[in-house]
C-alpha cells in the first residue's frame, strides 16, 4: 500500500490535511492516515473530534488515541503498523 498518487503529505495549509495515527490504550499503533480528514471519513466522525484529540483537547475519539505525525515520518510509521480498512466493497489508499 502507498500514500495515494499526487497527495503531498508535506503540506502545512490545515490542521487537516496533516497526517494522523489512531493508537490502542497502551500507545501502539492501530492506523495511520495522510490527512486528519481521510482518518475522519474513514472512521464516521467529524475531522475536528480527532483533531481535538491530536491537540489535547480532547482524551479520545472512537476509544482511540489520536496524533499528528510528522510528514517526513509517515513512512516510518507505516512499516511500524500497516493500516487496514474494513472489507465493505471500497477501497482507499492511507
Avoid at 481521510?38 to 472512537?62: D, E, F, L
Wanted: charged share 25%; net charge positive; glycine share 10%.
Amino acid at each position: 500500500m502507498g500514500v495515494a498518487v499526487g497527495v503531498d503529505i508535506g503540506r502545512k495549509s490545515s490542521k487537516y490535511g496533516k497526517p494522523v495515527a489512531s493508537l490502542d490504550e497502551f500507545g501502539n499503533i492501530v492506523n495511520t492516515y495522510i490527512t486528519v480528514s481521510h482518518a475522519a471519513q474513514v472512521m464516521g466522525v467529524n475531522p475536528t473530534s480527532i483533531s481535538r484529540v491530536c491537540s489535547g483537547k480532547k482524551s479520545k475519539c472512537k476509544g482511540l488515541n489520536w496524533k499528528f505525525i510528522d510528514p517526513d515520518d509517515f513512512d516510518t510509521y507505516r512499516k511500524k503498523k500497516p493500516a487496514t480498512i474494513p472489507d465493505d466493497g471500497s477501497s482507499s489508499n492511507h
